[in-house]
DNA sequence: CCGGTTCAAATCCGGCCGTCCCGACCAATT
DNA sequence: AATTGGTCGGGACGGCCGGATTTGAACCGG
């Protein structure tokens, strides 16, 4: 039997990503991440190569656990790329420029906290936590 | 004879389009605009066969005719594509809703994602107890 | 220990957005 | 009128963006 055909592209599904609601877990495989966003596994590998910003954590076997911030940003993104038409760039310029521009907290506090024992203490935290959901 | 070599594409030349200098003129002729937006004249074309909202009049003899307004399209055109980076289709629903909404409707209203790093460790402070509560 | 899920990497491809070419026409200058 | 250079529309061409598919192995819940 012949191999399926070509997949028409579907860039603009009708569905409206900012009232999706993020069921109440704490983490998420791609699978599960994909059917919220109506949004291939390959194409959420493929931002996490665009976009600096979408960085799911990763368990100790290497796969994707995303957590509620995480599929937020998936559905921002889909939101730019498919219903305001951003290309990728500008998708990627827009998000930083968010995350910058929201003032939630002073510049100065910002710029330091990126050497500051907070980045650590998060850093070990996730390495906790993958070690941890390597047992349970 | 070989044929030109094919051309470097120039997406994202550095001026700022927000700053030109539009003559004080009535009527501006395709190379004229071509220049005031540094943007190749077969481009023009092509956005106008993109753009429904960029109409220039036509000459008797078919010449294009841009009046301010006209120029004035063609630079916030070419902004939106390559300062922002929308698509062809969102710049042109951009456009759309611009005249329709009248006022220039600020950057629209930023994506609520919750970006302070505190609160993103508390969100891992969560889950490690979420995990430990469990028996493992 | 089995069936469904996920992985990384390589490869493939449709179509967006120009880019080039062509022969004809127009406008200004000489 | 002739010359020079800008402009016309239409068609062919093409780089590369944004996925889409495949492969083969590893993973994981039940």
């Known amino acids: 039997m012949p191999k399926g055909r070509v997949m028409r592209r579907n860039r603009h ?8 609601e993020i ?3 704490r983490y998420f495989r791609i699978g599960e991440v994909s059917e ?3 949004t291939k596994p390959y194409v959420l590998r493929y931002w996490e190569t665009e976009f600096p910003l979408l960085k799911p ?4 076997t290497g796969h994707r656990l995303y957590r509620r911030e995480d599929v ?9 790329l498919y219903e305001q038409g951003f290309t990728i760039e ?3 310029k ?3 420029e968010e995350v910058n521009g929201g003032r939630t907290m002073a510049p100065p506090a910002a710029a330091r906290l990126e ?3 907070l980045r650590a203490i998060q850093r070990e935290l996730e390495a906790i936590l993958t070690l941890l959901s390597r047992q349970c």
Chains 1, 2 share one sequence.
């Open 13 to 20: 599904p009708r569905e409206n990503v900012a009232r999706v």
């Open 23 to 25: 069921p109440d877990k």
């Open 36 to 38: 919220l966003a109506e």
């Open 57 to 60: 954590t990763k368990s100790p």
């Open 72 to 80: 937020e940003m998936v559905l921002a993104i889909k939101r730019l």
């Open 90 to 92: 500008g998708a990627r």
């Open 94 to 96: 827009r998000l930083a």
């Open 115 to 117: 050497t500051s024992p």
